[in-house]
């Protein structure tokens, strides 16, 4: 047969950490590739008890097709959420989607014709990269340093891209690299987006995971001009399977996403919808994300350690005050993906940082998540990376012996 796809089908391949998360899912590999949140903090008893006062009193509604927009009560749930954080929006403001992967995906229908620039953070995530990718989009990285993405590089890449489409950032605890961008640079980023009068499109799916520091309040909430396009979820504070994200923006952007979800889907699982909304009526999800804060926090300061302890000296890596993830920079000239296989031989995985670079520059970074691993094990599996680590830049004569 010849080949039937369309061009596209040929712009995205099955994402290269997916692959890598398939060969460390074997039950003696330590992990630190994947981004999973810990599964003992699911609140399964609770949800047990959601799930049937739904079904015991909305059995049928739940169960239904429903509004594409998603369900009241939840979204307005998500509006007093935002409020406490700095963002003010009525329900109208507010689209409930399939995980903020969705939101992500929509965005890139909505607003990318083919070959249009979009601004990104360097290296970004990885999954946003393909999404947007499929429509055909050219990716302009922007330097980051450990205060996030650097305004002066930004400024100077849109003098460059006078018709960038719109800036995707993610501010708090990124991924991959856990870095935040500033309260100052925050403010500088919406002026530089009013003064060039381009789209921001800000994915937050961490923010509410801050164990250390002081809070900061989203690029959404110094939006003067509409311009910024929020997006979040309860993945990472919640549950990822029940995939509930949403987006927050002007409402004439509103009305289209809602044209183009109902293309993709219809609406957001409504029994999950109700759950998620029953959830936070019964119990206390704040009390829950102090559980998760603590839990992390400790991994973190954990894996944090042990990169001081058992790697060499001459790297660096970040140091997140929230999220799930550490950064790690390797001496210039060092390949993170044969570190990757050395690694697995060991029985311990990360992931090489190269497909986060959308045009595949820097091939010396990793990424290590530690929201997935208890502590013993993020103790043996960081001294067996650390051991391949001392032995491979030795080789390289990057450590002296
Ligand atoms: N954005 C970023 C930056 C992420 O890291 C993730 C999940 N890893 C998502 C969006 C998607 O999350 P979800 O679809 O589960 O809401």
């Excluded at 003992?40 to 009193?57: D, G, I, R, S, Y």
Aim: proline fraction near 5%.
């Amino acid at each position: 047969m010849e080949n039937k796809f369309a061009e596209r089908a040929c712009l995205v391949n099955s994402s290269e950490t997916r692959e890598i998360l398939k060969v460390t899912e074997r039950p003696e590999v330590i992990s630190f590739a994947g981004g999973l949140p810990a599964p003992e903090l699911f609140p399964v008893e609770a949800l047990k008890v959601a799930c049937n006062v739904v079904l015991n009193e909305e059995g049928a509604a739940s169960l239904q097709y429903s509004t594409t927009e998603g369900y009241g009560p939840l979204r307005e749930a998500i509006c007093q959420r935002m409020k406490a954080i700095g963002i003010t929006s009525a329900i109208n403001n507010v689209l409930i989607t399939s995980g903020s992967q969705q939101a992500i995906d929509l965005t890139g229908r909505l607003f990318i014709n083919e070959g249009d620039t979009i601004i990104c953070e360097s290296p970004t995530y990885l999954a946003a990269i393909n999404a947007f990718k499929s429509y055909n989009a050219n990716f302009v990285e922007v330097a980051m340093d450990n205060d996030g993405m650097i305004m002066e590089e930004l400024e100077r890449k849109l003098q460059e891209h006078p018709r960038a489409k719109f800036i995707y950032t993610i501010p708090d605890f990124q991924n991959p690299t856990g870095r935040t961008l500033t309260l100052q640079r925050r403010k500088r980023m919406i002026e530089l987006a009013n003064q060039y009068d381009v789209l921001i499109v800000e994915d937050n799916p961490y923010g509410a995971i801050r164990f250390a520091g002081e809070g900061i309040p989203p690029v959404k909430h110094f939006d003067t001009e509409n311009r910024v396009i929020y997006m979040s979820t309860f993945s990472k504070i919640f549950t990822p399977g029940m995939r509930i994200g949403w987006i927050c923006a002007d409402q004439s952007f509103i009305d289209k996403y809602v044209a183009f979800k109902q293309t993709a889907d219809l609406h957001t699982d409504s029994f999950a919808q109700r759950i998620t909304a029953k959830y936070m009526e019964l119990y206390d999800l704040e009390e829950h994300i102090k559980k998760i804060k603590a839990v992390y926090k400790a991994r973190c300061t954990k894996m944090l350690k042990c990169i001081k302890e058992f790697f060499p000296e001459n790297l660096s890596y970040s140091k997140p005050e929230g999220g799930l993830f550490i950064w790690v920079e390797l001496p210039e000239g060092v390949d993170s993906k044969h570190i990757f296989t050395e690694c697995l031989k060991n029985n311990v995985a990360c992931v090489p940082g190269v497909p986060f670079f959308p045009n595949g520059t820097q091939k010396n970074t990793l990424r290590l998540n530690y929201s997935n691993m208890p502590e013993d094990q993020i103790i043996e599996g960081m001294k067996r990376m650390g051991d391949v680590l001392h032995r491979e830049l030795i080789k390289r004569q990057y450590v002296c012996n």
